[in-house]
């Protein structure tokens, strides 16, 4: 595949951006992202109420619209970027396999496959060897690696999208609104993938484990790569901001509907008789470390410091604000202010024991001695920063796709 993917000198277009309209693709792409994130909460709530669910049950049939959409609009771009493309949009495009298509579509398409292979797989392994005792069993690892090409993929194709509007010479007020829906809707895909992240993760990523130093391991890892990257590749002024504010909405938007819907126990065993959806966990206040993300960078922009110390810097910032929002967070999310529909801090599944001592306590046998729990948050501070670098790498090739 040709690695090469280069602003062009002279900022001119370098394919055909027609009359400025957004492209069908475009939304479809928007759209099977959402559709992926929302089909995949609900199908976690589903599981934690209900029990075993179908190879077509509705949460399964929202998630393969999703990669059918991803998919569809990646193979169109693929067959006409291939077959029917000029030669400017053939040049601004990676080749592979034997189709020349625009990078994105590459993600999309083996995303989709990827999804729908695991399908079948999934059925299987359920009717072989029952429920799932954690997120990544084997058809769901195939899944979840299909989620987040697609996920990748609509990242992708907005930031190149964004990219080639931004790079065009057209000076219009209806360019200088298609770039800023760009932008926004670029973002937007951030957001969704920093959803899918915090899901795949969440087995570490809960408040009974926020007191222990692997919690924040896991978080200084995933998070400020995708933050730094996104944002550095973003012309928003709040850019991680706007992407937590996209990731805390969808999983809020679910938290507060699910529960409105009927929803019964039909497997056993049945500790706890809900007649509700159970609403999946409430999103980490990811918004808060992002803020100060921005701020930050702001101020670095203005002084024009280089990308080690901005990653020194951005690490640091997001391992403080999020080692200390998230600390007392999680304590809030025991008390019983919790305990509502705002916060869902009382959910509980119906095969959960009600009156299990833990329930709402840190988990004990997680929680670091204090030498341990120091040292666990130095090496959590290291991969911050080391992984603020490496998004500072990211993002400076992202601001340069067109392909």
Known sequence: ??????????????????????PWYIYSAVIA???IITGLIWDISWHIS????????????LMYIGGILAGFGGGYLMIKTTFFGTKEERAASVWFWGFRSPLSALFLVWGALAMMTSAPFD???????????????????????????????????LLTYQNRLQYSKKDTPEMEGKIQLSRILYIYTVGMLLAILFILSSEYLNPNYAHASIYYKIGCVI??????????????????????????????FMLWVLPLFPAEPKLGPIINQITHYVPYKFPLLLIVPCFFIDLSFQKINKQAV????????IGLVFFFSFLITQWFFAEFMFTPYAANWFFAGDALG??????????YAFYPWLEDSNLTLIIGLVV???????????????????SKVQR
């Not at 209900?50 to 049939?61: E, K």
């Not at 392994?125 to 029952?130: I, K, L, Q, R, V």
């Not at 280089?306 to 810097?313: G, P, Q, R, T, V």
Request: hydrophobic content about 45%; charged content about 15%; overall charge neutral.
């Open 33 to 35: 992202t959402t559709c």
């Open 380 to 398: 959590a501070a290291t991969l911050s920063v080391i992984f603020s670098r490496i998004g500072c790498w990211w993002g400076n090739w992202m």
């Open 350 to 359: 119906y095969n959960w024991n009600p009156d299990w001592e833990h329930r």
């Open 123 to 157: 059925d299987w392994w359920h009717n072989a060897y029952g429920l799932d005792v954690k997120i990544l069993s084997p058809p769901h690892a195939v899944l979840a690696l299909g989620m987040v090409m697609v996920q990748l993929g609509g990242v992708m194709q």
């Open 223 to 252: 998070f400020p790569l995708i933050l730094v990257a996104a944002s550095k590749a973003s012309k928003l002024k709040w850019p991680a901001t706007t992407a937590a504010a996209f990731y805390m909405g969808i999983n809020m």
């Open 1 to 22: 595949m040709e690695a090469s993917i280069t602003q062009p000198e002279n900022k001119q277009e370098n394919v055909s951006l027609g009359k400025y309209h957004m």
């Open 306 to 313: 280089n990308d080690w110390w901005a990653a020194l810097i």
């Open 50 to 61: 209900i029990g075993r669910d179908g190879l077509f049950s509705p949460p399964h049939i």
